[in-house]
């Protein structure tokens, strides 16, 4: 990573939450919690945590020079509302099968 940019990623010691109007889209107990330069943090969760059932994969992808190339997932609602990092780089190999929300709720 170039000089001044850093990832972390811990366990989050709270419970996580995301809900989209009625929807539990996932809850956890296991969230890993990533810190980026410049970046919001952001909640990791795993995906035997995550209702897969009811969200539908995308066409979108990104690529992240840190954290290497995103898939998304989408609700008929919300396109590309959840992303994850199949194959992330080395660094950052523990958000493999973890998933990511633009919106979390974080309790405890």
């Not at 020079?65 to 780089?89: C, Q, R």
Request: charged share 20%; hydrophobic share 35%; glycine share 4%.
């Amino acid at each position: 990573m170039p000089s001044g940019h850093t990832i972390t990623i811990e366990q989050s010691p709270q419970h996580v939450r995301v809900a989209h109007g009625d929807l539990i889209l996932a809850e956890s107990d296991r969230a890993l919690v990533l810190h980026e330069t410049g970046c919001p943090p952001r909640y990791y969760i795993p995906a035997e945590d995550v209702r897969l059932d009811l969200l539908t994969p995308s066409e979108s992808h990104s690529v992240c020079p840190f954290k290497g190339t995103a898939s998304y997932w989408s609700l008929p609602d919300a396109p590309d509302l959840v992303w994850a990092y199949p194959d992330p780089k080395s660094d950052i190999a523990q958000i493999k099968d973890h998933l990511c929300f633009y919106e979390v709720e974080v309790t405890g």
